[in-house]
């Protein structure tokens, strides 16, 4: 959800389109961590804009269109109507706003909205927070348009602010607003499964040939398993030391944002004894590529083994089945 949201301010929030690019897998369905990313990630937009800071603030502006309140007045930057707007005389192209929020307010994301009817006139705008006396400048945004999101560093906290837009015509702006930025309870969720302990691992046999498996469960995202090139399916099979209640597990992707070796389906098969094999997991990590991130599996039900088997049947960006292998992180989750 937080890299979606990202993403969203990466492109809605710079007035462009947000093109998920998610794709079904071969049952004709979303992948279960997709539409998790996808829940959590509209949640945090929801609670995000949730409430404006910005309503109920009164106004202050250097230039009003004809003196005419009504029709071009700053109030029409909080009516909720994107065709509405605050609009300067034709010779004033940089003009100010003041603006005193109903209370003090703490926030770090901020809002502003053209008239796209009306073109994109505004070359840029300058905000600026009343702090010790003084205007001190807090973020400057260029390209304003159909939509622009400012998030800051880090929350301000203020109640009044000063707007500062610079235009080559009559200036116009259709909306202001000052949001929180939500925090994502999907972490929470993911959070709350509980890792075997690998200190415990032995390898009991290898087919994935070079690379040090070791550092497929080192707790370091930054370093990797990268094998050899071999022909798939391969496997690695894991004798965890004892028996143990296992309700699924979880690969990261390599996260140096290379595609090489990215695992796209695989089976997971469990023992009691390391010779009777029992597959309880089979499937795609759909659009690995785009969305390299922590893939969860869950069996279903729990399982009784003390032995895992992770088989790679292909990896992506290839339709040769012969690949290297790579694995940031592997997680096997207990009860």
């Not at 250097?62 to 300067?88: C, E, M, V």
């Amino acid at each position: 959800p937080d890299q979606l949201f990202d993403l969203y301010l990466k492109s809605v929030g710079r007035g462009a389109a947000f093109n998920l690019g998610l794709a079904p897998n071969m049952d004709g369905v979303l992948h279960p961590n997709d539409v998790a990313s996808l829940k959590g990630f509209g949640d945090k937009l929801n609670r995000t804009f949730a409430e404006n800071f910005a309503s109920g603030a009164s106004f202050n502006a250097s230039n009003i269109r004809k003196n005419q309140g009504k029709h071009f007045g700053p109030t029409n930057l909080l009516d909720d109507d994107r065709y509405s707007y605050w609009a300067t005389d034709d010779d004033v192209t940089q003009p100010a706003l003041i603006v005193e929020l109903k209370d003090e307010s703490t926030f770090d994301l901020i809002r502003l909205r053209e008239n796209i009817k009306l073109g994109q006139r505004l070359d840029s705008v300058w905000v600026d927070v009343w702090k010790d006396e003084t205007w001190q400048p807090l973020a400057m945004a260029t390209s304003i348009g159909s939509c622009r999101l400012i998030a800051l560093e880090e929350p301000v906290t203020t109640k009044q602010l000063r707007l500062r837009l610079f235009a080559p015509v009559a200036a116009a702006l259709s909306d202001f607003g000052l949001f929180r930025i939500a925090a994502s309870a999907f972490e929470t969720q993911t959070n709350e499964r509980k890792a075997a302990d690998p200190s415990k691992w032995n390898i009991q046999n290898n087919l994935l040939d070079g690379g040090n498996p070791a550092l497929a469960w080192d707790g370091n995202k930054e370093s990797r398993l990268l094998t050899n090139e071999v022909d798939l399916p391969k496997y690695l099979s894991i004798d965890m030391g004892s028996l143990q209640t296992l309700t699924g597990f979880g690969y990261l992707p390599r996260q140096d944002g290379e595609g090489a070796g990215l695992i796209s389906h695989y089976v997971f098969e469990t023992s009691v004894d390391g010779n009777r094999w029992e597959a309880v997991a089979r499937g795609e990590f759909s659009n690995i590529v785009a969305n390299p991130i922590l893939q969860f599996v869950d069996f279903g039900k729990p399982v009784q083994a003390r032995y895992f088997r992770f088989t790679v049947e292909a990896v992506a960006n290839t339709s040769s089945n012969r690949s290297a292998v790579s694995i940031a992180e592997f997680e096997v989750y207990t009860k």
